[in-house]
Every structure is written in C-alpha cells, then in structure tokens.
C-alpha cells in the first residue's frame, strides 16, 4: 500500500466509523494515521478500534499509527433557572461559584480557576465566541463583566478565555485515566489539549514515559507566546484551528497557521493542520472550492498531515472525505509551484554530522534522480532529518522498532518498514536495495541514496550516506 503522495491523512473514527469494513476503506482510501478521540465515546470502544487496527495493519503487513486525543480541561457555565437566557449588548452580568441556577443578573461558573486569572479587560467567550463579555471588576469569586457582543447562553456552554492564562494542568484526572487506557491498548501519538507553555508537555512526557510520542494541539494564544519552546519540547504539533479561531480573530489564523509550521520545519517536528478542512461533507459528498483551497495550502505551506474530524468520525461520506482529500494533496504535489516552495523554504543544516549527512542524501537523491532516500534508524531521528529536508524522493524509514515505524507513519514523505538493524556494510546496501524492491519503491537500474550510523544499532550515529544501484 504505498502511496503516491508526500503529505498524510489523519482520520479520526467514530460512529461512521466503526466497523472492520469501514476501516478497511478508510486506508484503501488513503488514511495514514487513525485519531481516537478521546471526548467521546468509551473505553471498550476505543478498544474495539484499536484491535480492528492492529487486525488491519498485519493483512497488509504495513505499520499505522494510531493517535489518542486527550480531552483537556472543558470549561462550562452551570444550570439556568429557567432555559436559555437571551442577554442584550452592554448589559452586565456577574458570574459566580454559586451553584444556584442562573437567572438573567448572574449565572454559575463553577471553575475558581478563572476566578484566580481574572483581570481587568480579561474577555469571556460563551459557546465558541457567539457571546463575548468583558470583566470590568472582579473578586476571589465573582467576576462582574459587561456585554460586548449579544446573544443566548443555555446550560452548561463552553466557556474560553483568550486572554487569560489559567492556572491549571492539562491533564485532568479523566485525562490520566484515558492515558493509561490508551498507553495499555498500545497508542503511538498522545495528543494533548489546552496546552499554555512548555511545563505542561514536559507533565505529559513524564507520565507517557517514553511509551508514545507526545503531539502538543496549539489551541491557546496564551501557547504562541511559548512557540519555540513548546515544539522543542514536543513529538509533533497539531494546529488546532478551531478553538484558535474562537480566541483569536479570524484573520490571525492563517499566518499563525504558516508561522507554526515553518517552526515546525525548522525544529524538525511533524506537524498536521487539524478543524474543519472538508466540514462540509459531514452531509455533502463533494466539499466546496474554499474547503478544497483550505486543504490545498495547508499542504503548500508544507504540512506534513491534514486531518479529517466529524468528516469521517460522524459524517455520511467518510470514505469519500479521504478519498478527495487525497485526490487534492496528489494535485497540489503534481504542481512545480510547490516543490520550488518546499525547496525556497528549506533551511541551512546544523553544524552537526546527522544534519549534513541528511543535507547531503536530498542533494544527492536530486542530482542522481535517486529512486528513494533509505534510512536506517532506531528512534526515528534520522528518518525526520531527512523529512525536514522536504527531498523530492520518498524516505524508506527501515527500522528494528514497530514502535518506531509506526510513529513514523506521520512523517511526510516517509514510507516505514520494520526489519532488522544492518548487521554490516554489505547488509546495509542489500537489504535496502530488497526492501526498496519488495516495496514497489525502486525497479531494476535505478539508484538508492542510503544513511545510517555505525556501530549499527546505535541510536543518533547517523555518519555514513552510500549510493546504491538496484
């Protein structure tokens, strides 16, 4: 099942989803990576999936990734007293920790951690920003705000704070409960939500502990402030578009969404632009122009996966989603725009032997018309090295660790096998170039550029590139 793209497919499963035969067409269909969300449904059925995958991947004996969504903190007003209560602009409104229902002077808001970052000037966005209130005075519990954009607020609606940092852990005790599960059932990326700096990946990483790769969803202004060093301390990265469109303008989104990815690049972390890419083939079996644009430049500006969310987890057309997100990625890759785009954005190696090893295998992969870079690796360093060069050839990731090629199924351009470490020079030549054939990834009379490190089998000592002939 190899692919005839760079760029990867994220689908998230749900109750359209759920099925052997239905999995089985989603990755027909192109899915590379399989998201749980873990806001919804329950353990047995994220069980149920998980073994349907595993089932999946031995019939056509290639690695997948499964990606585990942590729920996050939800933030909810409380009860009303007597239904939705319509408020009007500049009419103030005072929330408290009263559990008493809500009536048109105050409603409930039973998160003190909100009272504890309130501020002068803070905003309050009420059911993804259909209502925003101003905090114009506030106390240890009570925060009195005015009205600054009409509408009606029922129960228990989310509430988001764009520009408050909250003093609270992303992981809530359903969160460490749901890892746990997920880490038993075997997950490969744990994603996690409503990260504000670098201490709440470094949380995460402790508790994962090595087991999973660690993906931080960028959903919080408060995290671009900590760009940097929340991708140097993450796996990968998802650009949560939705919730950033609810706390920042709309017109913010776009160029933060380009920034995050070039630093991505740059750090060399995978990297997958999430929300509402084909929302409407939810019910339609076609998505419209805008949606395929949105698609389209996410994969100009070098993503290294788009994902699909109700789409394929609850729409009506989830195999069709993937199969035309597919069709627009091959369409885009087709284009000389973006590989001059990928090369023009490509930036100078570290002074390191890894990096200019992976600098040298793209240029080299060029200059030949290689078949395909081949990297030998035990964590997946050297695979996403050669990734963040964006080479115009496909990287055969060859690995002794499943776990390391499935997380590497993420990776642009990377095509994983798992098979065992080189055991010297004349095995590392051919059982890349076996591999490469057996894989429909190079033919007779083409050319292989290979890395990898001796010793064989030690992590990081990526010091060698060989030019193969197949």
Known sequence: MLRQRFTKIVATLGPATSSPERLKELFEAGADVFRLNFSHGTHDDHKQRVAQLRALEKQYKQPIAILMDLQGPKLRLGAMAKGPIELKKDQHLRLDMDKAPG???????????????????????IDDGKVRLR???????????????????????GVNLPNLVLPVSPMTPKDRRDLDYGLALGVDWVALSFVQHANDVAELKKLVSGRAAVMSKLEKPAAIEHLDEIIEQSDGIMVARGD?????????VPPLQKRILAACRVLGRPAIVAT?????????????????????TAVYDGADAVMLSAESASGDYPVEAVTIMDRIIKS??????????MDA????PEATTADAISAAARQCAHTLTAAAIVTYTNTGSTTLRAA???????????????????????AWGVHPVQTEDAHNFADMVARAVRVARQQQLARQGQRLVITAGVPFGT????????????
């Open 276 to 296: 509402q890419m084909l929302e409407s083939m939810v019910h339609s079996p076609t998505p419209t122009r805008a949606e395929a644009s949105d698609v389209a």
């Open 244 to 252: 950033l469109g609810v706390e920042l303008p709309p017109e913010a």
């Open 388 to 410: 963040r060069e964006r080479p115009d050839v496909r990287i055969l990731c060859l690995t002794p660790n499943l776990d390391t090629a499935r997380r590497m199924t993420l």
């Open 103 to 125: 009536t048109l002077k105050r409603v409930p808001l039973p998160h003190p951690e909100i009272f504890q970052a309130a501020k002068p000037e803070g905003l309050l966005l």
């Open 332 to 341: 885009v890759e087709a284009d000389p725009l973006y590989r001059r785009l």
């Open 345 to 348: 954005s490509r930036r100078e």
């Open 459 to 470: 992590p990081g000592a990526t010091n060698i590139l060989r030019i193969a002939y197949v």
């Open 135 to 157: 905090i114009v005075a506030h106390t240890g519990d009570t925060i009195d705000t005015v009205v600054e954009v009409a509408g009606t607020i029922s129960d228990r609606k």
